[in-house]
T-cell receptor, first 115, second 115 residues
């Protein structure tokens, strides 16, 4: 079992550009969540995808968008990059259960640097 | 909205000692989960231990145990017989049971185990 895989591991972009980050969930998981972790801070929830739809969204601007594919993999897109978007972006996958939660497994993240 | 507070930015102990990391949270929910995650320099978030709020018994996982005080909204992590491999950032996190499985993280505690 490969666990949660994210690509790329590192990325450098220029202000104003657009970026796409990718995540493949752990085998058997159907839910993908994205988090932004600024240096020295705890992760902040961006949004969650389930059944190819955005299920919940955190306090992030519309420049942050996502997508989930039929194979449960997911993409995070950020438009019009700002210096403040520099962070570690974490993907977590889990299995949706009625009335319960399953352990969220995290990938190793994508380190995005905006210059 | 839920908030999680970790009041100890850094801690340092000698190998084999016992250390306790503090966490408090605020919520109006009656049923929820609490977690401790470890993030080593490899960046991947690893689940250390979880506690269901409806369970009065404190969770334990080998050398890791928690002290869950629901009325005080306190959730501390005790690491016994600490090892060099325990050196990492530790994050306390909250999750509602109903709705999206969104984790709310604290700011983290950097734990260093010295030889």
């Amino acid at each position: 079992d490969a666990g949660v895989t994210q690509s790329p591991t590192h990325l450098i972009k220029t202000r104003g550009q657009q970026v796409t980050l990718r995540c493949s969930p752990k085998s058997g998981h159907d839910t993908v969540s994205w988090y932004q972790q600024a240096l020295g801070q705890g992760p902040q929830f961006i949004f969650q995808y389930y059944e190819e739809e955005e299920r919940q969204r955190g306090n992030f601007p519309d420049r942050f968008s996502g997508h989930q594919f039929p194979n449960y993999s997911s993409e995070l897109n950020v438009n019009a990059l700002l210096l403040g978007d520099s962070a570690l972006y974490l993907c977590a996958s889990s299995l949706a259960l009625r009335g319960g939660v399953t352990e969220a497994f995290f990938g190793q993240g994508t380190r995005l640097t905006v210059v | 909205a839920q908030t999680v507070t970790q009041s100890q930015p850094e801690m340092s102990v000698q190998e084999a000692e016992t250390v306790t990391l503090s966490c408090t949270y605020d919520t109006s929910e009656s049923n929820y989960y609490l977690f401790w995650y470890k993030q080593p320099p490899s960046r991947q978030m690893i689940l250390v231990i979880r506690q269901e709020a409806y369970k009065q018994q404190n969770a334990t996982e080998n050398r890791f145990s928690v002290n869950f005080q629901k009325a005080a909204k306190s959730f501390s992590l005790k690491i016994s017989d600490s090892q060099l491999g325990d050196t990492a950032m530790y994050f306390c996190a909250f999750m509602k049971i109903q709705g999206a499985q969104k984790l709310v993280f604290g700011q983290g505690t950097r734990l260093t185990i010295n030889p």
